[in-house]
């Protein structure tokens, strides 16, 4: 079994940065992409950002530009950096992460940005 926390998620002003992290930890047999997914109410589940093993990334649309994903191999864990944030992604953010055998997923961690 997989254990993913997740910390970082609050409440921020328009314009103000957070950063998420999400460490794995358990039954761990090999992490291969490890990422984050955001989910609005009323809305679908989207990407936000993943990462390899080998550290390639990529970005959803929703956020490209304002946010930078980074992981530290040796503890599992990934990060999330979101800078210049707007009210609209006020969302429930997910970490995901692709182990050898599966995709798991955190509990989800609440993001609003408000004034």
């Known amino acids: 079994q997989v254990q993913l926390v997740e910390s970082g998620g609050g409440l921020v002003q328009p314009g103000g940065s957070l950063r998420l992290s999400c460490a794995a930890s358990g039954s761990i047999y090999r992490i291969n992409n490890m990422g984050w997914y955001r989910q609005a109410p009323g809305k679908e589940r989207e990407l936000v950002a993943h990462?390899?093993?080998?550290?390639?990334?990529g970005y959803g649309d929703s956020l490209k530009g304002r946010v930078t994903i980074s992981r530290d191999t040796a503890k599992n864990t990934v990060y999330l950096q979101m800078n210049s944030l707007k009210p609209e992604d006020t969302a429930v953010y997910y970490c995901?992460?692709?182990?050898?055998?599966?995709?798991?997923w955190g509990q989800g961690t609440q993001v609003t940005v408000s004034s």
């Open positions: 990462i390899t093993t080998y550290g390639n990334t």
């Open positions: 995901n992460v692709v182990t050898g055998i599966g995709v798991h």
